[in-house]
């Protein structure tokens, strides 16, 4: 059974920095891509990041480009979020997704339960 | 905002049948799968639909997804009060590389 499992969450000051971390089980974690998403409170979903299943490529949403990271530690099965510079916008429920494929986005049938990460002074 | 469009909220009565539009663009739905997702408050979203119409195990088939153009819906027939929750659509934008989503479509049964 898949299972996904984020940590790393808390309060956090504006220009501060976190790391979040999704544990991943159940399934080939080195073989398929994965996804930060998050949701601001009453907000939709809005994508964050793709990383491939290699890590060879990573990918971001403007809106974070340039202060957040995306890695993974194939060999620990775990996904990794660097927030740095943070921002009051940037508070979020931030979920870790596995997608069905290796290089891009297909769907995203699995997801964790999600970290709050609040930015707050 | 979002680049793909979503009507914000949908309602029908119990037993009815309402479809939840997604209007995307060439990049995303004009050359890429689309998928629905299903969330109830307080919890991560569900897989309902993917392929543009394949349904996940354990989805009954009063769930179903179709995609024409630049375009995708999700049809639910035989409204229950079980399916009040938020919509999602969600491709690869193959311009840039990045996922995206609609901006969710609240269903309400009356």
């Known amino acids: 059974q898949v299972h996904l499992v984020e940590s790393g969450g808390g309060v956090v000051q504006p220009g501060g920095s976190l790391r979040l971390s999704c544990a991943a089980s159940?399934?080939?974690?080195?073989?398929?891509?994965v996804h930060w998403v998050r949701q601001a409170p009453g907000k939709g979903l809005e994508w964050v990041a793709f990383?491939?299943?290699?890590?060879?490529?990573?990918y971001y949403a403007d809106s974070v480009k340039g202060r957040f990271t995306i890695s993974r530690d194939n060999s620990k099965n775990t996904l990794y979020l660097q927030m740095n510079r943070l921002r009051t916008e940037d508070t979020a429920v931030y979920y870790c997704?596995?997608?069905?494929?290796?290089?891009?986005?297909?769907?995203?049938?699995?997801w964790g339960q999600g970290t709050l990460v609040t930015v707050s002074s | 905002q979002f680049v793909l469009t979503q009507p914000p909220s949908v309602s029908a009565a119990p037993g009815q049948t309402v479809t939840i539009s997604c209007s995307g663009g060439?990049?995303?739905?004009?050359?890429?799968?689309v998928s629905w997702y299903r969330q109830l408050p307080g919890t991560a979203p569900q897989l309902l639909i993917y392929?543009?119409?394949k349904r996940t195990s354990g989805i009954p088939d009063r769930f179903s997804g179709s995609q024409s153009g630049t375009s995708a819906t999700l049809g639910i027939t035989g409204l229950q009060t079980g399916d009040e929750a938020d919509y999602y659509c969600?491709?690869?934008?193959?311009?840039?590389?990045?996922?995206?989503f609609g901006g969710g479509t609240k269903l309400t049964v009356l």
């Open positions: 997704a596995k997608d069905r494929a290796r290089y891009s986005g297909n769907y995203l049938p699995y």
């Open positions: 159940g399934f080939t974690f080195s073989s398929y891509g």
């Open positions: 990383i491939r299943f290699d890590g060879s490529n990573k």
């Open positions: 060439r990049s995303n739905i004009g050359n890429n799968y």
């Open positions: 392929d543009n119409n």
């Open positions: 969600g491709t690869w934008d193959s311009s840039g590389g990045r996922w995206v």
